[in-house]
């Protein structure tokens, strides 16, 4: 059977989010299974995630009640899939025993950090990781119900990883030597394995996750290791939409795109993928589907190398919110050498991601967007780097707007196709859209720009009918070269 290459299929967490999701989620698997090997990669239950969060700050402020209402949740939302999803007695004891197991665990651990009163990140990880361990086990005891083989494989043995808590990075060739080693005889015995998304170790087996959203990367360092046939992502919405769905109505599917593509559109905010899933796969042309768990006859998106053949121009509009724009500036900064080299060096050492940078030498000043929760250990290590040039006024000042958005225009094949930046202006103009900067990169895959951020919905709707990428007909002719009825 293993000479077949193997299938990867993720769910979310939407689609597993509770039994019903569940079941439907091991339809779709026992489906495939059906047809040739899989391996399955699970996300926590919707919100899982957030509340370990919660808990774990909670904690380190040396608040216990949270752990305590985690626990509660915890045990109310494993438990009563359980019921739901498996009927066989000893089954269902065996099921809840390890449940309550992981429960008891993570409790300790946001206990003993409420004594502490310290949260490391590596005690972070290792309560993070709570969500997709319980799960990976509910998914595959469901598939077990349903007459199938399969078990719950923790990608702590799998997913080998550098010691970056919090956002580890694979390593792809001790990767593929464990995962072969552990999955290839499961597959051979015609078993499903269900992996736990979001997490990895270290050589030394020091547990790491791959940050948050991070699962949808697990499918495809799995897909990556396995040489996999396809990674199919299944989530919530059809596919990869020409906008995020909550910011526009009538956003369309896109039927096939290319991996530069999808990652510039998870780059710029489309959460629909981690920014780092094409990683593993591009190079290999392994090819990348999302599809909608919920109504799993729809087509999905494909994602391959060459994504559509034919179509042209703008794909899809991104929003990135929760960011900040920092400026280091004043009238000294133009003759003065290094500013650049000095403030990006300062930035690295904050760890903090840089999102976009834009320099105007008229008004004297560089800005670039950080994730907010980066803002304050970013502007304490400017203020550190400056403090001489602040002192003698070389650098006025060191200012921070969190107010602020970055929307983006992304297409492969913009690329030589005049005016596009002109019709984003034009058309954020005419709808009073103030823009704060403006970047492009030199692969123009996008042009990205930063507003107000109660502009945001606005930008992002406007150009989105500016470029023609609604579902309905429209009197634009589509620039993606896509039928509606094709994508819808
Ligand atoms: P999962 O739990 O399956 O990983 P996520 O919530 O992480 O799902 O991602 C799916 C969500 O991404 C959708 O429900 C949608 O709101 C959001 N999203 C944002 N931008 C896009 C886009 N361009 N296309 C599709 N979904 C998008
Ligand atoms: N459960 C993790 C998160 O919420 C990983 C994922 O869902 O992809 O971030
Ligand atoms: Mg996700």
Redesign the pocket.
């Known amino acids: 059977m293993t000479k077949e290459r193997v299938r990867v299929m993720k769910f979310?967490?939407t689609s597993v989010g509770d039994a019903a999701c569940i079941r439907r989620a091991a339809e779709i698997i026992a489906a495939a299974a059906a047809e040739g090997p899989v391996v399955a990669v699970v996300?926590?239950m919707s919100g899982?995630?957030?509340r370990l969060i919660e808990a774990a700050q909670a904690s380190s402020t040396g608040n216990r009640r949270l752990a305590a209402e985690l626990a509660e949740r915890l045990r109310e939302q494993h438990q009563t899939a359980i019921e739901a999803l498996v009927s066989d007695a000893d089954r269902r004891t065996e099921l809840s025993g390890e449940t309550e197991k992981i429960i008891e665990h993570v409790t300790g651990l946001c206990y003993g950090t409420a004594l502490l009163r310290e949260l490391t990140p590596r005690v972070l990880d290792e309560i993070?990781s709570t969500?997709?361990r319980l799960s990976a086990r509910l998914l595959a005891n469901t598939l077990c119900e349903m007459g199938l083989k399969s078990r719950a494989v923790e990608a702590t043995e799998l997913i080998v990883t550098d010691n970056v808590s919090g956002r580890a990075e694979p390593l792809m060739e001790q990767t593929k030597v464990k995962a072969a080693a552990r999955l290839l005889p499961l597959l051979e015995e015609d078993s499903v394995p269900v992996v736990t998304?979001?997490i990895g170790a270290t050589a030394e087996g020091m547990l790491t996750t791959l940050g948050?959203?991070?699962?949808?990367y697990s499918a495809t360092i799995l897909g990556g290791a396995l040489d996999a046939a396809e990674v199919i992502i299944w989530t919530d919405v059809d596919g990869v939409l020409t906008a995020d769905p909550r910011l526009v109505a009538d956003a369309r599917t896109l039927r096939e795109i290319s991996y530069n593509e999808a990652a510039e559109l998870a780059y710029f905010g489309a959460k629909v993928l981690?920014p780092k899933t094409l990683r593993p796969v591009s190079e290999a042309g392994i090819p990348v589907w999302i599809r909608n768990s919920f109504a799993p006859e729809r087509h999905g998106t494909k994602i391959t190398a060459t994504g559509h053949p034919t179509a042209r121009g703008v794909k899809a509009i991104t929003a990135i919110g929760n960011v900040s724009l920092i400026t280091v500036g004043g009238r000294g900064i133009v003759g003065l050498p290094g500013v650049a080299g000095k403030t990006f060096t300062a930035v690295a050492s904050a760890d903090a991601n840089i999102l976009l940078i834009s320099q105007s030498s008229s008004q004297n000043d560089i800005c670039f967007v950080i994730n907010s929760d980066d803002e304050a250990r970013t502007v304490e290590k400017l203020r550190q780097a400056f403090a001489i040039d602040l002192a003698h006024k070389a650098i006025e000042h060191i200012t921070v707007n969190p107010e602020i958005a970055i929307v983006a225009v992304v297409g492969e094949r913009m690329r030589g196709l005049l005016g596009i930046a002109g019709r984003t202006f034009s058309a954020l103009g005419r709808r009073g859209v103030n823009i704060i900067a403006i970047a492009q990169g030199s692969s123009e895959y996008n042009v990205s720009f930063v507003v107000e951020a109660g502009m945001m919905r606005e930008a992002v709707q406007s150009l989105h009918s500016e470029f023609g990428l609604q579902r309905r007909a429209s009197r634009f002719e589509s620039v993606t070269g896509e039928s509606a009825m094709a994508t819808v």
């Open positions: 979310g967490g996300s926590a899982v995630t957030n993070l969500g997709e998304g979001f948050r959203g991070g699962s949808d981690h």
